[in-house]
């Protein structure tokens, strides 16, 4: 029976359902080993370090990936970093096909004056800072002022927005990094505003992350009930209003009809709003928005603007994927054409494939989609290209799945007294001892 070698890069969702698609193909004339490269010590990609740590019911999807890990014909290299650690060149030949499943992690800039002030930061950076990501517990992001303001309207600009207007005490019971529980306790910001250029109509938030706002317990969540009347008359002249719309408006009409609580804390929906300007001398001191209006169902600039004080903005309008040596990015995705990366043996799945859309849960269909392909792509004989372990350097520790279940299991231990799911080390020396 023909064993083929297929290495995977990258230990998030999009990795893991990638090497689940290829158990799941195994049939009695094809077989597969895989080998999955990560480059921080710790997995799971976006579900430890993107998703927001209030959600803990998203993370449970961890417990499939730990089960895909367990194969006897899965091996895994934490800690190795593709590109730098490692050439693709060094992975090709070895291997009967590569998919590259890094993810992209680098936010979209939104090209406005003052955007690299202190006090002006990317979900990019944002988003992993109160995870606990080993690069960015570093990132000097400063809670200070009355206000903050998020710029965008998908479900990471509410993430952000959240984790900035909930009360810290509702932060305790999660994996929420401890740096950034110590700096949003000590926050002084009170009022989150989200701003978003075109209308609620065209809010790219999903229903039920609109739905939990009107429950939580110490934020008062406000939108313009007459902007939200608005959106629906242009909904309803545009057309029939399909499903996930309908379900959206409705939510945003519970919101506004939601009575609010008096809290000291608030999160505020702005829309027709456009980025133009963020203002301040030392740090970020004012954010200048374009009014926009829609005319025809199209958005057109007013030529009004009207500002908002802040020290801090968070702009969240998607990623791109990183750049990788030997990897060639174009659009902010990885060159490919249906998840083929045309002329070699390299494949791409999730968001260095499509981009930076779509639920956790996209990747597992978006992962069969690709593997099908290269299964039809394979040799009718494996290539037998060698162990990849002869080039890896001596200098690298790997963390392999023990090592990384000592990890997990050494964080979930950790978490227990303190009521939480874990508690995360942010350290990677420290990570890597506690592997060994
Ligand atoms: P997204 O859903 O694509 O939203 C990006 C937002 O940024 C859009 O509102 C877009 O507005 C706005 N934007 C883009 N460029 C802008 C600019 N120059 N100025 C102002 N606004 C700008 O992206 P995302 O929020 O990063 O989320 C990525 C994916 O992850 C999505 O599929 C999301 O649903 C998913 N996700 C899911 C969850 C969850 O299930 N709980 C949590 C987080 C993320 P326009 O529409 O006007 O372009």
Known sequence: MPHYKVAIVGAGPAGY?????LQNARNADLSFSIDMFERLPTMW?????GVAPDHPKIKTVSKVFEKIAADPNFRLFGNVEVGTDLDIEELCPRYDAVVMCTGSSEGKKLGIPGEDL????????????YNGHPDFVSAPISLVGENAVVIGAGNVAMDCARMLALDPVELDPTDTAEHAIAAFRASTIRKVYIA?????????FTAPE????????????IIDADAVHQAHERAQAAGEIEKHLASNLEAWRLIAEHPRAGHERAMEFRFLSAPKEIKGTDRVEEVVFGINEIRDGRVVDTGETYSIKTNLVISAIGYYAPHIKGISVRDGKVENKDGRVLGTN??????????????????KS???????????????EPKNGGDITVVIPNSITIIDQAGWTK???AEVAAGEPLGKPRLKEVDIEELISLAK
Not at 118 to 129: D, I, L, N
Not at 196 to 204: D, S, T
Not at 210 to 221: I, M, N, W
């Open 210 to 221: 609109l739905r939990e706002l009107p429950k939580l317990e110490h934020t008062d969540v």
């Open 407 to 409: 990890i997990n299991e």
């Open 45 to 49: 990609g976006l579900v430890r370090s």
């Open 366 to 380: 978006d992962a069969s989609d690709v593997v099908k392909l290269l299964i039809e792509d394979l040799d009718s």
């Open 346 to 363: 390299i494949y791409t799945v999730g968001w260095a494939k499509r981009g930076p859309s779509g639920v956790i849960g996209t990747n």
């Open 118 to 129: 202190p006090g002006s930061h990317s979900a990019a950076e944002f988003v992993p800072w």
């Open 17 to 21: 359902f990638t090497a689940q698609a």
């Open 196 to 204: 978003g250029r075109r209308g609620p109509e065209h809010a790219a």
